[in-house]
């Protein structure tokens, strides 16, 4: 599988942005997909995943209330919300793929796109 990430800017704190991560390859609706960050000097932290079959979501505490995972099967592409924004989310944005949630959730993942770069300004 290939994932292609995209959809990052720079936006003023308040703002919203929408990230993509299109796949290629084997059946993309056979893996959860996840969306983890890392910002400046720190390492890479996980933000949300989601199921295969987008019926289960999980969200790290700084996600909860302001980001949204969703997916779309038929698109291969997994998407992330992101609303109310702080200039502490600013980070690289990677989508990651994986065999089941929890395992996406540890980072225990069997794929990784590019990143794609979030920069809030305050």
């Not at 996980?46 to 302001?66: E, L, M």
């Not at 395992?103 to 993942?109: A, E, K, P, Q, S």
Request: hydrophobic share 35%; with cysteine.
């Amino acid at each position: 599988v290939q994932l292609q990430a995209s959809g990052g800017g720079l936006v003023q704190a308040g703002g919203s942005l929408r990230l993509s991560c299109t796949a290629s390859g084997p059946p993309f609706s056979a893996y959860a997909m996840g969306w983890f960050r890392q910002a400046p000097g720190k390492e890479r932290e996980f933000v949300a995943a989601i199921t295969w079959s987008g019926s289960g979501t999980y969200y790290a505490d700084s996600a909860k209330g302001r980001f949204t995972i969703s997916r779309d099967n038929a698109k291969n592409t997994v998407y992330l919300q992101m609303n109310s924004l702080k200039p502490e989310d600013t980070a690289v944005y990677f989508c990651a793929a994986g065999s089941d949630i929890i395992r996406v959730h540890l980072g225990r993942t069997d794929y990784w796109g590019q990143g794609t770069l979030v920069t809030v300004s305050s």
